[in-house]
């Protein structure tokens, strides 16, 4: 049985409820309110006779030791382990790894972007991977009464770049671009540019400083985290690492109205007031409506606009060598992968070559 008490010493939280957990140790929680505290003691009492209690505090452990933990019990081969490890230390600890237990329990928005926006590069195995990674956590945890629940059950991957699925290479007009930036608040309208004009990522474009251009050439070097309070190393790159690609000149046009619009905060060109940053997540939302409201088919997301960049590139004959360059890309076989199918020029060209060797050869003959 848990018993209820009053500390005077405790000013803020003078009610404490008492019980021993399940291994005989004494554990206690405090309330500000009395009320508060038999509501506990009583679902407490519940839930130990129904077997269910669990101590919240267990929850608030780092979801970086409970992923580890999981991946140490797994009875997996090595290569498989070592996978699986590859993915938890690449893409799912920089997001998730410094967050509470439970608060990545009932984050389901928040995981369902990871999977689906943030992860959007890597191929659909090391995604279903990344999202067996955080569910087998989680399911571990609830069954050794660290979580009560989680709500992370069920969610779908949407098709990515990596599959041979094209559907979500859309296409808009010009007209259509313009009205996908109005429809954004007036300070944010021209991340829809730097992401058009020269393929960046969400992440990328909100980073984005006046000293990054110079002379027709953007130079990123850092890219804003998920929750916007801060900014970390572009990926696939160490900190202090850069990534330059030509700035077209309606962009560089685009910069200058917006500083002279909109100034800047400590450099950033799209520093918010309350945190420092623009979040992914309210991005994310006035994109998607403002996609809408430009009649861009369903589907379409902030990194549908690398696809844009990239296809009007490959389209007129840049090498996708330097298109790969551009985008950042960690290996050149990831750009064919995704964009192989927008060069078939290369064909042409390559039957056109063959054919001149073959003429020139047998005259030399």
Known sequence: MASLTKRLRNKNKPWTVQWYDGAGKRREAAFPTNREAKDFKIKLEHDEREGTFVDPRLGREPFSDAAKRWLAGLAVAPETRRAYRS????????????????????????????????????????????????????????????????????????????????????????????????????????????????????????????????????????????????????????????????????????????????????????????????????????????AQLAGIPEGFTPHSLRHVFASALLARGVPITDVAEWLGHRSIEVTYRIYGHLVPSAWGRAREALDAEYEAWSKAA
Not at 93 to 119: C, F, I, K, M
Not at 257 to 284: K, M, N, W
């Open 87 to 290: 993915v938890l230390d690449n893409h799912v600890l920089p997001t998730l790894g410094d967050r509470a237990l439970g608060q990545v329990a009932q984050d389901r928005e928040g995981t369902t972007q990871l999977l689906n926006q943030s992860l959007v590069e890597l191929s659909r195995q090391r995604r279903e991977i990344a999202r067996l990674v955080i569910t087998g956590t989680l399911d571990e945890a609830v069954r050794a009464a660290r979580l009560p629940r989680h709500r992370l059950d069920g969610i779908r991957l949407v098709s990515n770049s990596g599959s041979h699925d094209r559907s979500d290479f859309v296409f808009p007009s010009r007209s259509q671009i313009e009205v996908l930036a109005a429809g954004l608040r007036p300070g944010i309208q021209l991340t829809i540019w730097l992401m058009r004009g020269c393929g960046l990522r969400v992440s990328e474009a909100l980073a984005m400083r006046t000293d990054c251009f110079r002379d027709g050439t953007l130079r990123i070097f850092e890219q804003v985290q998920p929750d916007g309070r801060g900014t970390v190393a572009l990926k696939h790159r160490s900190p202090g690492e850069s990534r330059e690609m030509p700035a077209p000149a309606y962009l560089l046009e685009a910069v200058d109205r917006h500083v002279s619009e909109h100034g800047t905060r400590d450099g950033y060109l799209l520093a918010g007031a309350r945190v420092p940053f623009v979040q992914h997540r309210g991005y994310l939302k006035s994109f998607t409506r403002a």
